[in-house]
């Protein structure tokens, strides 16, 4: 079983340094997260403030790996 780290429950930290916790939680043991989804013009960042391609670059630069995204059912009207 895969224990992830809910991003929410370190959401203060993420909004001061995402990064930093981020490694935070790396040196603290944790391998997969589960972010919460949010929205910039263009596209879903899935709460790392940043593109999906460089955020998984950095990501896995932590040994980090996303298993698991919270996203609002606004977020999926019209989806197919």
């Known amino acids: 079983m895969k224990a ?10 993420m909004t ?3 990064w930093g916790a981020l490694e ?8 997969y997260l589960e972010t919460v989804s949010s929205h910039f013009p263009g596209g879903c ?6 593109g999906s391609r460089e955020g998984a670059r ?4 932590l040994g980090l790996q996303v298993i698991g995204v919270h996203v609002s059912h606004t ?6």
């Open 75 to 80: 977020a999926l009207d019209g989806a197919e």
């Open 16 to 18: 001061q340094n995402p």
């Open 24 to 31: 935070k939680a790396a040196e603290s043991g944790y391998r």
């Open 58 to 61: 950095l990501l896995n630069g």
């Open 45 to 50: 960042d899935f709460g790392l403030h940043m």
């Open 4 to 13: 992830a780290l809910q991003t929410a429950s370190i959401r203060g930290a």
